[in-house]
């Protein structure tokens, strides 16, 4: 264990696959009790929970659409009730991400990236920071993308959600700051989960990718966990309003 988070209690949103499965083990071998948010994966969720008690670690599942505020309040209770105190939240839950030309492009489609990456992050931030100002100590950490320092094309409904979601890591950093938490967004590169592999990204996809990155190869869900470890982490005491690439020095920003 290279960082100690020993109990302190971290909620993880969309942690019942890919890379929110990745960040909760890893926040669990560090120490931390983590609760495992899920939307319509149980079985996902309890394997992970699973997982992490038979490593020794605690854990729980929590069903919640994190889209909506009566369900975020609900979630935020019962996990401070099973928990305590929620010190550590991770915004990363996401839906589907249809690429889509401009030539199709609706306000929905941007609409439905923004409940993700801009009204569910707000939610979760509105109920859990007044805890952590009366703690005088917190951290938020949002699952960014490389794809804002990028563009992609057919792509602009996610890409610029994830360009929102970085200016509100920025301003609540500043605004946060004095109140003793810390705002940071780890902005990952092609991580394939689950869900790459079931939409049939193909092998020569992810090579070219690889190939293009300065490394040489692509990530894996534990090099995401470890950033956000880090970042939960002491070590990181004096780190706000950042983003942290990891994606093998693709982007240079
Ligand atoms: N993987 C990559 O290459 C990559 C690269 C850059 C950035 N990212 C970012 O990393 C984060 C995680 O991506 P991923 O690739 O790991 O996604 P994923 O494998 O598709 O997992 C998405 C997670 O979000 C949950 N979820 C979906 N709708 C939800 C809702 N309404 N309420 C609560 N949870 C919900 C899912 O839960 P259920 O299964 O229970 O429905 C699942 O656990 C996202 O923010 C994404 O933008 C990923």
């Known amino acids: 264990m290279v960082h100690d988070l020993s109990k302190r209690v971290a909620l993880v949103t969309g942690a019942s696959r890919g890379l929110g499965a990745a960040i909760a083990r890893r926040l669990a071998a560090a120490g931390a009790r983590v609760a495992v948010n899920y939307f319509a994966g149980r079985e996902g969720a309890e394997r992970v929970v699973e997982d992490i008690r038979r490593g020794g670690g605690e854990a729980e599942a929590f069903q919640a659409d994190v889209r909506d505020e009566r369900e975020v309040a609900r979630l935020v209770d019962e996990?401070?009730?099973?928990?305590?105190?929620?010190?550590?939240?991770?915004?990363?839950?996401?839906?589907?991400?249809?690429?889509?030309?401009?030539?199709?492009?609706?306000w929905q489609h941007c609409l439905d990236q923004l409940e993700f990456f801009v009204k569910s992050p707000v939610l979760l931030a509105r109920a859990v920071v007044p805890g952590m100002k009366e703690r005088r100590a917190g951290r938020i950490i949002q699952i960014g993308s490389e794809v804002f320092e990028q563009g992609v094309p057919a792509f602009s409904n996610y890409v610029s959600a994830k360009g929102a979601q970085l200016g509100l890591t920025r301003s609540w950093a500043v605004e946060l700051g004095p109140h003793g938490i810390t705002v940071n967004l780890v902005a990952?590169?092609?991580?394939?989960?689950?869900?790459h592999l079931s939409e049939g990204a193909s092998q020569a996809a992810m090579e070219g990718y690889a190939a293009g990155n300065p490394l040489r190869r692509l990530g894996t869900p534990d090099e995401i966990g470890d950033a956000v470890v880090f970042l939960a982490s002491d070590a990181a005491r004096f780190i706000t309003g950042q983003k942290l690439s990891v994606n093998g020095g693709r982007t240079l920003a």
């Open 79 to 106: 996990v401070q009730a099973r928990f305590g105190p929620i010190e550590v939240l991770v915004l990363n839950a996401t839906g589907p991400q249809p690429h889509v030309t401009i030539d199709e492009l609706t």
């Open 188 to 195: 990952p590169g092609w991580v394939p989960v689950e869900r």
